[in-house]
Structures are given as structure tokens and as C-alpha cells.
């Protein structure tokens, strides 16, 4: 890292109020972020937990259910509320394992996918648009933040669908 600034604001040491900017521009910024997809998933009455299976799935078709909690990180319970949603209404389709019948691999419809593909495209335009407006530093500069930010965990995952690639 070196030891340059940018705006006077040094980059090795922030203050607590540079922090708070970055925390509030981080907030402000998902709230655009996820805006788009939200009023796309409004129309079929779902939320974003949706969006995330269905993101995740298209992203790993075949998927678990047990490697998707591990994904989203919520309950068993919530994650088969989101699952049993979605497979009724033709997005999802969940086969039995072959080696091990216990388990469920998870794919998208037709339909599932046309819906991921609106939702991505929506996050893409928005995210295209202002890696254009910071340039190509800044946007590795952010990736860099995003992924130091991550718990180990959620790094690996990140690293397992990234390297999938």
C-alpha cells in the first residue's frame, strides 16, 4: 500500500469522520444498488432473499440446498420458505441427488433464469455506469475493499464462485 493521498485524505490513516463517509456512502450506495432489482421483484411479490437464490443458483446450477445456506448464510427454515416460493411458481426446479438421495441440487427454469437475467442486468447498468465515472484504479481499488471487508468464510466463497470462471 503506499503512502499517497487522494483529495488530501490520506490513505494509511482515516479519521473517524472519513470512516463515517464511507460507511454512509456504502449504505446510500446498496440502497441504489438494490433499488432496481426491487422494484422488478415487487411485481411477483417477493423480496430479496429471492433475488439471492436465485443469483446464487444461476451463478452454481446443481447447487445444494446445504451448500446455498452456507452461501446466504440464513436459517434452514427461511431458506425453504424462499425455495418452496420459487418452486411453485416454475422459477426453481429441485431434482434429487444421484449418488445421495438426500440431497436436493437446485436449477433455474426457463423462467427462473429470465428473471435472474432481468435483476442482474438492472445491477449491472448500475454498476457499469459508475465503474465508467471511477475509472479502471478505482474500480480495483473497491474490489480490493470489498473483498478485505469479507469475513474468511464468505471470502472463500466469494474466491470459489469467482475462480469458477
Known sequence: MSDSSHGGESLLF????????GIEA???AYRGFTADPDRILDNYAYGRAHHR???FINRNPGTTVNN??????????????VLRTLI???LVESRVGKRDKRERHLFLTEAGTALEQELSNAQRDRMRDAYRKAGPQAVS?????????????????????????
Not at 446455498?68 to 420458505?81: D, P, Y
Not at 480490493?144 to 469458477?164: T, W
Open 14 to 21: 482515516l479519521t473517524d469522520e472519513q470512516l463515517r463517509k
Open 141 to 165: 481499488g473497491f474490489r480490493q475493499v470489498l473483498e478485505a471487508m469479507m469475513d474468511p468464510d464468505m471470502r472463500r466463497h466469494f474466491n470459489m464462485i469467482k475462480d469458477s470462471n
Open 68 to 81: 446455498l445456506l452456507s452461501i446466504l448464510g440464513v436459517t434452514k427454515q427461511s431458506l425453504n420458505r
Open 88 to 90: 411453485a411458481d416454475g
Open 26 to 28: 456504502m449504505y446510500f
Open 53 to 55: 437464490a436465485v443469483h
